[in-house]
């Protein structure tokens, strides 16, 4: 999996109005510090064991030469090693950050740019990425300060504040937006089937919950669904739950393999999806199949976040007999499993 990294800047002037989320994070820039008018930061993945582009919204009261320092620290659990490239508009910063991963610390300088440095009461945005280190994290408070080149003095230090933020839900987590907010994606399946019995209907019935949200375009792959002799379909007909996954699946017979697409959204963090799907069972006589599962997140940062071979069984799943004179079709079948990547 991974996630890409985008650059920005705005040059509109700033103003800063404070508005409070839960814990210690606001949704303004801090104000404590006379220098820095708008001090904010978020990411763009929250999913634990992948690359996060991390976005730093900032504008100072006054002019801000090239050669000053801007300093974030308290980025404490990532996995990065090494310097870290920090993309910026027009070169305002410059592409190579002196990153500390022992202290989560990374200093910042200021380049040329088309000015010579940061114009008093402009936004700039600067964006890096990290590695999640933790497979679960709240996220981090971080500080940001700054050591502003003077002639006469050399440095003169801005002291450090709390960075803010702009709330926002990412994957059904309210938080996810919140600096090395890190998460393990964990799904539970069931499947039943209502029918044993060789060369019948076969309604398959299958429970899907996760701990994330699936955005439109997400894909659910359910493999090993083998032993019917149902055909290859593209558009297989099925029946969804306030029609998360639509009307229709992706169906190939060899390998049993089922894909559902995310119609407008799948809210997995609040309830559990259920998908009908009715196959044609095999006229051989069968103990029943494994299934896996794996899917497919949702697009983080221009690409889709795909979890793979993190497998539900469904053991004695299609399991089918052949009837004879003693036999009786009074069957129920149920299997779940749970699985978390």
Avoid: C
Wanted: hydrophobic share 35%; no cysteine.
């Amino acid at each position: 999996s991974s996630s890409s990294s985008s650059s920005s800047s705005s040059s509109s002037s700033s103003s800063s109005s404070s508005s409070s989320s839960s814990s210690s994070w606001s949704s303004s820039s801090s104000s404590s510090s006379p220098g820095m008018e708008v001090t904010k930061i978020g990411q763009s993945s929250p999913v634990a064991g992948t690359v996060t582009v991390m976005s730093v919204t900032l504008a100072f009261s006054t002019d801000i030469p090239s050669g000053s320092k801007i300093t974030l620290s308290g980025l404490t659990g990532s996995g990065s090693a090494g310097p870290v490239r920090v993309d910026s508009f027009s070169g305002v910063f410059e592409s190579e950050g002196e990153w500390n991963g022992d202290v989560g610390e990374l200093v910042v300088s200021v380049g040329a740019g088309a000015s010579g440095g940061l114009e008093g009461g402009v936004v700039y945005v600067l964006t890096f990425e990290l590695a999640h280190g933790e497979p679960e994290s709240p996220g981090k408070d971080v500080e940001i300060q700054a050591s502003v080149v003077d002639p006469a003095f050399g440095f003169l230090a801005i002291d450090p504040v709390v960075m803010g933020g702009d709330p926002q839900t990412i994957l059904g987590h309210e938080d996810g937006w919140k600096p090395l907010y890190a998460f393990v994606p964990s799904t539970n399946v069931s499947i039943g089937q209502s029918n044993f019995v060789a060369s019948a209907p076969n309604m398959l019935t299958i429970t899907l919950s996760l701990n994330v949200d699936l955005d439109a375009g997400s894909k659910v792959t359910l493999t090993g669904l083998t032993g019917t002799s149902t055909g290859d379909d593209s558009s297989l007909g099925i029946m969804t739950s306030n029609g998360a996954f639509g009307t229709s699946g992706e169906w190939t017979k060899s390998s049993g393999t089922l894909v559902l697409t995310a119609a407008g959204g799948v809210v997995g963090t609040t309830g559990k999806t259920t998908i009908k799907v009715q196959l044609q069972n095999g006229a051989v006589a069968r103990d029943g199949t494994s299934v896996t599962v794996g899917y497919e997140l949702g697009v983080i940062g221009g690409e889709m976040l795909r979890v793979d071979g993190v497998g539900a069984d469904g053991d004695g799943t299609l399991k089918i007999f052949v009837m004879s004179s003693s036999s009786s079709s009074s069957h129920s079948s149920s299997s779940s499993s749970s699985s978390s990547s």
